[in-house]
């Protein structure tokens, strides 16, 4: 199986940059998805392909990487994007997610 | 987009329980399931995937007790849970698996059915 590994937290001022790491224990080549989940919510897809908008996100979202090592960036941080943030891997069975990044805010 | 999960609740170990998930605002028949759960303050579990043609494809913890079928007819998904585990105790959410760029992604969520495996 393919491992995702993240950070488990993050703090970040409001207005200022989030970024956030996935790293796979092989490579996904550019099959790589984030997805929010607010607390008591079901998740959200943000970002496909590494690097793609999911449709009616923002585009403080953003995304990049390929191959085993991937960025989930939120620039700037808005009050709205405290959440827990998982990357996701389609490129083999099974699917796998990361353990997650919690956003806080200092 | 609308995916409306149920029949979770309160189940002994050993025993079985069945959760639907109800779809509405897209053609469901043309679409691949996904089964994800998440175990309390835990990270996010891929449990099971049927494709539109009805294949299937199994996490290994849940092979041999889980089983994913559709009814295309009332555009419903289901997941048979057998043999329950203490283990298996998570919200259980249905997700539509969509094509995009090429992309096989997990487009659109249900709110989740609660499962609790206890004596």
């Known amino acids: 199986d393919i491992v995702l590994t993240q950070s488990p937290a993050l703090a970040v001022s409001l207005g200022q940059r989030a970024t956030i790491s996935c790293r796979a224990s092989?490579?996904?080549?550019?099959?790589m998805h984030w997805y929010q989940q607010k607390s008591g919510q079901q998740p959200k897809l943000l970002i496909y392909?590494?690097?793609n908008l999911a449709s009616g996100v923002p585009a403080r979202f953003s995304g990049s990487g390929s191959g085993t090592d991937f960025t989930f960036t939120i620039d700037p941080v808005e009050a709205d994007d405290i959440a827990t943030y998982y990357c996701?891997?389609?490129?083999?069975?099974?699917?796998?997610f990361g353990s997650g990044t919690k956003l806080e805010i200092k | 987009v609308q995916l409306v999960e149920s029949g979770g609740g309160l189940v002994q170990p050993g025993k079985s329980l069945k959760l639907s998930c109800s779809a509405s605002g897209f053609t469901f028949s043309s679409y691949g399931m996904h089964w994800i759960r998440q175990a309390p303050g835990k990270g996010l579990d891929w449990v099971a995937y049927i494709s539109s043609s009805s294949g299937t494809v199994y996490a290994d913890a849940v092979k041999g007790r889980f089983t994913i079928s559709r009814d295309n007819a009332k555009n419903t998904l289901y997941l048979q849970l057998n043999s329950l585990k203490s283990e298996d105790t998570a919200i259980y959410y249905c997700?539509?698996?969509?094509?995009?760029?090429?992309?096989?992604?997990?487009?659109?969520w249900g709110q989740g059915a609660s499962v609790t495996v206890s004596s």
């Open positions: 092989e490579s996904v080549r550019s099959s």
């Open positions: 997700a539509r698996r969509r094509t995009s760029r090429g992309y096989y992604v997990m487009d659109a």
């Open positions: 996701q891997q389609s490129r083999n069975d099974p699917l796998t």
């Open positions: 392909g590494a690097s």
